[in-house]
């Protein structure tokens, strides 16, 4: 009876604990098993066994996917593609810096328009000098000009060599009185000598070159507006000038520089059949030959007189 008793109460004790034990097993199996398994196998009890293959293949990539589904669902967003990106934004920044770095926005409109126009003379001293040049040397290949002759492309350009070199005597002395005027202002206080100088020198270099021939003379100003650019521009760097001078003179010297350049390539095939008469000696052989001819004409009229 005992046994009986002690054979009940413990079957009564266990009962719980396999009832429990039955639950968490089932839990469990639920936890592990079926969050493998996709909604549809979950759904429908007689899933295909590729899809439960693939389900119990690939465990992490298909909960990682249910997740990510289910998630954005719950917040109620939606994926979004990442924005093209602008393949040129850089070539683009690169421009704007330029643009803003060359900009004359802050040069008065007065300066800026009559700067322009005072360098249209040499531009268009220059462009004459190339067709010119391109006359003189279709003469000589094939006979004659294509538009007009030889001989009066050669006076012209006679008559062109002193105007282009003139005006840019006539420039460089304008830029040098520049720093005159700033100093009587006093713009960025009293410098004294060292902007006096610089007002001296400019004409200084350029007077000479109404004396020289040609090219040389050509030579010579490219340099003299080089050397008046980058002494302007340490000026503005000092605060001897306004701020907007040096970018406003770079333009105008750019100008200048490539109308030089131009003239000197399109004069480079004449010098084997062109003589020009702008140099100093050309000036004292021509001197001389007028005082030569002088000369024998008084000694023609002494002559007459005497018989």
């Known amino acids: 009876m005992f046994y009986r008793a002690a054979a009940a109460r413990s079957l009564f004790r266990a009962s719980p604990s396999a009832v429990n034990a039955s639950i968490t097993r089932s839990v469990l199996t639920n936890t592990v098993f079926k969050s493998q398994f996709t909604v549809s196998a979950r759904q429908s009890p007689f899933a295909r066994p590729s899809t439960l293959a693939l389900a119990t293949r690939k465990p992490v990539t298909t909960a990682l996917v249910r997740y990510a589904s289910t998630s954005d669902k719950k917040l109620g967003t939606e994926l979004v593609e990442d924005p093209d990106i602008d393949m040129m934004a850089g070539v683009k920044n690169d421009a704007k810096i330029i643009k803003e770095t060359f900009s004359l926005k802050d040069v008065p409109k007065e300066a800026l328009y009559l700067g322009l126009a ?26 004659s000009g294509k538009f007009i002759s030889g001989e009066s492309a050669e006076l012209l350009m006679n008559v062109i060599e002193p105007l282009q070199i003139g005006y840019g005597a006539v420039i460089l ?35 000479p070159t ?26 503005a760097v000092k605060g001897w000038t306004p701020p907007w001078y040096h970018m406003y003179r770079f ?6 520089g490539a109308s030089i350049v131009a003239s000197l390539i399109g004069r480079e095939q004449l010098a084997s059949h062109y003589d020009s008469k702008h140099g100093v000696a050309d000036k004292v052989k021509a001197l001389r030959a007028v005082q030569w001819k002088n000369e024998a004409e ?10």
């Not at 021939?213 to 000026?235: G, H, K, M, N, V």
């Not at 333009?251 to 200048?256: A, D, Q, R």
């Not at 008084?298 to 018989?307: C, M, N, R, V, Y």
């Open 118 to 143: 005072g360098v249209m003379p040499y531009l268009a001293t220059s462009l004459q000098t190339v067709y010119l040049s391109w006359e003189m040397n279709n003469a000589l290949t094939t006979g």
């Open 173 to 207: 002395s304008f830029l040098g009185a520049v720093h005159w005027g700033l100093e009587w202002a006093g713009y960025g206080g009293k410098v004294g000598y060292k902007r006096y100088a610089t007002g001296v020198i400019a004409p200084a270099v350029a007077w």
């Open 298 to 307: 008084a000694a023609k009229e002494a002559e007459s007189k005497e018989q």
């Open 251 to 256: 333009v105008l010297t750019f100008v200048v």
């Open 210 to 235: 109404l004396l020289l021939p040609a090219e040389y003379a050509l030579i010579t100003q490219f340099c003299a507006f080089t050397f008046l650019y980058y002494s302007d521009a340490r000026a």
